[in-house]
């Protein structure tokens, strides 16, 4: 199933697009299709990034404390 998405544009920017369509071979809707996905890939790539570099600080921290409390007699 698909939906349709609209959004506005100035006429230059529709003029672009159907003519960089064009210049690669693709329909315009398939060309801004192309680019919307590109973006969504290239968020999720971003999100799962800075999601890792947050995890990562997190597991730093534990090990930090993990090798502080080995000095307090415990281990």
Do not use: C, W
């Not at 998405?5 to 398939?30: D, H, K, M, W, Y």
């Not at 921290?61 to 409390?69: P, T, V």
Request: proline letters at 1%.
């Amino acid at each position: 199933m698909t939906t349709t998405i609209s959004f506005r544009a100035t006429p230059e920017f529709v003029q672009q697009t159907q003519s960089f369509a064009e210049i690669v071979g693709l329909n315009n809707s398939e060309y801004v299709r192309e680019a919307v996905r590109e973006k969504n890939e290239r968020t999720m790539a971003e999100r799962l990034t800075s999601l890792s570099r947050k995890l990562t600080a997190k597991h730093a921290d534990f090990n930090e404390s993990i090798d502080a409390s080995i000095g307090d007699g415990l281990a």
